[in-house]
């Protein structure tokens, strides 16, 4: 099943690099795209349990779902993501 997200905090490749990384591990989850235009991460899925298991793995590394809170913790945690991106390109 493909789905659509959009999050918060995307800003440049490393932050895509290191959540097509993240999402990419997760069980039952492929096809990981992110487009820094639209901040949409798009992913195929086994279920919907997947998606909430993608949800909660963005808000984890910084990049909550457009409408849920954007704290001072999460953006601090998106620019962490965002470091590591680019190290590991």
Known sequence: ?????????????GCANT???QLSRLDGISEVDVN???DE???N?????EIESVKQKLSDLG???VGDANSLPKKAKSFVSCAVGRLTK
Request: charged share 15%.
């Open 45 to 49: 899925s086994v279920s919907e349990i």
């Open 63 to 65: 990049y909550p779902i």
């Open 41 to 43: 991460v798009s992913f």
């Open 36 to 38: 820094k235009d639209t």
């Open 1 to 13: 099943m493909k789905s659509s997200l959009y999050i918060q905090n995307l800003k440049c490749g």
């Open 19 to 21: 959540i097509v990384t």
